[in-house]
């Protein structure tokens, strides 16, 4: 079972990931799934009919608002991070959560290190997938580093001009 | 100046704390060299030839006496007595030890300084005008924006991963002393004909192997809609930026190979998206510019004699104030510039003991104000002209009242193949070379601006591609030649400039220099200074001198 990091309310917690990873040359299995955009646009209508929960995973070239209209009917958004310095998934996060306001999980996949993780949690994303094997804790840890912030993003943190006036 | 308020010391000591931890990481093994690399690069933290390199951040180029005091203490305590300014108007350590750098980061973060973002594919220290709030030919104080800016790209969770590194520079003086055209963003504070304040907006230049001057996208960008713009310009290039080729990933390729036009229009798109929430609330900019309120000057006469009389009777002071004092917008004021390019010296290395020096002189006769400039010098911006003898005299003591700014021995040079693991060629020994070549003050005036400047690769940060004279160090077969190009200029007449022909051997640059500047004194019309007369003749008139002898 890979490790899976939920963020909710501030607190990191490991958990068992109910969905499966589907690559594009797999037999879909049972339960619910992550499929790539191109797999979801082709066969997305029947496994929602089937009435199992859907992700759908997005490479850092794919941007977020091609999934504008059906992201009430998804679960999961997972951004893939190729390489840790792909910034692209950081734009990604930002347009579904603090601008399309997408309600499910936007989960980071890839080369995901709890260095990244302050940024990730501060643009949306609220489930983390380690590269390595970084307990729930240490992303903890990282995602409380910082007091303040500066300016405004998708977690609603006050920034520090907001903070200022207050 | 901008004090550091409570928030934004808690964010030094945090980061400072948490840089602690990721060297504990490495030193115990837990992190290897490959995983600590990201880590300490956001640290400003570079593993160069010989030593690590801690590259200090200098926001905007301004700094307190205390400051460049700790800046002295470190580089006595941590490094070898010195330090060397950047183009990017930083501070860099070369001699640095790993297992030092959290403590050199505490150290930092007592006096409000830090490494932040001075290196990575991120936003990089903002530049302005080091004779902001000084000089009388600027709109507004530009040091408003770069502070504002200072806190919104610091730690941006969108914007710290992008596909190369990114400088943005303001200047809100038409005489450009920022090189605004060659940054990714330029911004020229403006003032419209109802009175306002605005930008415009110069995207996609830059240097390195690609060289560009950057093309406007905006003429004029309300004052207050500054961080929604910017971050609609960097989520257009977050995205679309190339990734695949660390050489074409700067935004400038971008903008290039969309159009200016087409780019524009994605950065619109986007703005409009973005809309007003994300600009600064006026009450944090009033907050930013009470900060930058003038300083406290006197009601002085414009005149002061015992500054006339000491011109009068001391040739050599005259020759200071005639080359490194500029005009202050105060009556009895003077801007000072210190020339960190002693004939011989590192273009833009201190040392320790020049610091104090600097230091004790800007809180004795300069309102605690020190400014670095992005040519490599020091500015105090206001001096009494009362005071200027007895800065002058202070600085000569100290070997930094070198009277060439802007002369053709205040040259730009990278650190070169003494230092930098990137370099095919040597760029300091040159640029001391031609110094020593143009030591006789007297000729050196007479030839008046020239900007000479040196890159030991095709990275560029010598900025060769905008010297009037540039000279690009590169390898051939296992020597050094150096390639020279003339017109260049990173001012408001900015220009990329061309090649002047076959590259030379090390030990010919200077002569090669010298027979330029002889062309230029045979050709030139009264008035004209080297790129003038270089942009009126053509190259034709310096190659054949030049390369004469070759035939």
């Known amino acids: ?166 | 100046m901008y004090q550091y308020d409570v928030i934004d010391k808690e964010m030094l000591a945090d980061r400072s704390a948490e840089f602690r931890g990721q060297v504990a990481r490495r030193l115990s093994g837990e992190l290897t060299e490959d995983q600590f690399k990201p880590l300490r690069l956001m640290n400003g933290l570079y593993l160069q030839l010989h030593a690590y390199m801690l590259r200090v951040a200098i926001p905007y180029g301004s700094l307190n006496p205390t400051q460049l005091r700790k800046l002295a203490w470190i580089g006595r305590t941590y490094d070898k007595g010195y330090g060397h300014f950047t183009t990017r108007t930083n501070l860099q350590f070369h001699w640095i030890k790993l297992a030092d750098t959290p403590d050199i980061l505490d150290h930092l973060a007592q006096v409000d300084m830090h490494a932040i973002q001075t290196s990575g594919n991120c936003i990089r220290n903002t530049t302005t005008d080091p004779y902001a709030g000084a000089t009388a030919e600027e709109v507004d104080d530009p040091r408003v924006w770069a502070e504002a800016i200072r806190q919104w790209s610091t730690f941006h969770p969108e914007f710290s991963f992008l596909p190369r590194k990114f400088k943005i520079a303001i200047t809100a003086a038409p005489k450009d002393r920022t090189a605004a055209k060659v940054h990714d963003i330029g911004l020229v504070l403006k003032r419209a004909r109802d009175g306002s304040l605005g930008f415009e907006v110069i995207v996609g230049g830059g240097m390195g192997r690609t060289p560009y001057v950057g093309p406007t996208i905006k003429e004029f960008l309300p004052v207050n809609r500054l961080l929604s713009y910017l971050e609609a310009i960097l989520r257009v290039y977050n995205r679309h930026g190339r990734r695949d080729n660390i050489y074409k990933a700067r935004i400038k390729i971008l903008v290039a190979a969309l159009g200016k036009d087409e780019f524009a229009r994605q950065v619109e798109a986007e703005w409009a998206k973005i809309g007003e929430a994300a600009d600064l609330p006026d009450t944090e900019l009033a907050r930013i510019r009470g900060a930058f309120a003038a300083a406290n000057f006197e009601v002085l006469p414009a005149q002061s004699e015992a500054f006339e009389a000491a011109k009068a009777s001391n040739p050599a002071f005259a020759r200071f104030v005639r080359n490194n004092l500029k005009p202050h917008k105060k009556a009895g004021y003077g801007i000072v510039e210190i020339s960190l390019k002693g004939i011989g010296d590192t273009p833009g290395d201190a040392t320790s003991e020049q610091m104090d020096v600097v230091a004790d002189l800007a809180e004795r006769y300069g309102q605690n104000d020190i400014r670095v400039t992005h040519e490599q010098n020091l500015v105090l911006p206001h001096v009494k002209l009362d005071d200027v003898p007895a800065v002058w005299a202070a600085l000569s003591e100290a070997g930094i009242a070198t009277p060439n700014i802007n002369l053709v021995s205040d040259i730009i040079a990278c650190p070169g193949l003494d230092y930098c693991a990137l370099a095919n060629a040597r760029a300091i020994p040159v640029a001391q070379n031609i110094a020593a070549k143009f030591k006789d003050q007297d000729r050196a005036e007479k030839i008046g601006e020239l900007k000479i400047k040196i890159s030991g690769c095709i990275n560029a940060c010598g900025h060769h591609h905008v010297g009037h004279i540039g000279i690009l160090g590169v390898d051939k077969k296992g020597e050094e030649f150096y390639q020279l190009t003339l017109g260049g200029s990173g001012a408001e007449d900015a220009a990329v400039g061309s090649m002047l022909g076959p590259a030379l051997p090390y030990d010919k640059v200077a002569d090669a220099v010298d027979t330029l500047v002889e062309v230029y004194l045979r050709e030139r019309h009264d008035g004209e200074r080297f790129l003038d007369t270089f942009r009126r003749t053509g190259v034709t008139p310096f190659k054949e001198a030049v390369y004469a002898d070759a035939h």
């Not at chain 1, 307990?135 to 910082?146: D, F, H, L, T």
């Open chain 1, 1 to 166: 079972m890979p490790t899976l990091i939920e963020l909710k309310d501030g607190v990191c917690r490991g958990v068992d990931d109910p969905f499966t990873h589907v690559a594009d040359d797999q037999d879909m299995p049972a339960g619910d799934v992550i499929v790539s955009l191109a797999r979801f646009q082709a066969e997305g209508e029947g496994l929602l009919a089937e009435g199992r929960r859907v992700g759908v995973r997005l490479q850092s070239h794919e941007e977020a608002e091609v999934l504008a209209y059906d992201l009430p009917r998804l679960s999961v958004v997972a951004l893939e991070f190729p390489k840790y310095r792909d910034g692209r998934a950081y734009t990604n996060g930002y347009v579904l959560s603090g601008r399309l306001k997408f309600k499910g999980q936007v989960r980071a996949v890839g080369d995901v290190l709890r260095e990244q993780a302050g940024f990730m949690a501060r643009v949306g994303f609220d489930a983390f997938e380690p590269a390595d094997d970084a307990s729930a804790n240490e992303w903890q840890a990282a995602i409380r580093r910082y007091r303040h912030v500066y300016q405004r993003s998708a977690d609603g943190r006050a920034p520090a001009f907001a903070e200022r006036e207050s």
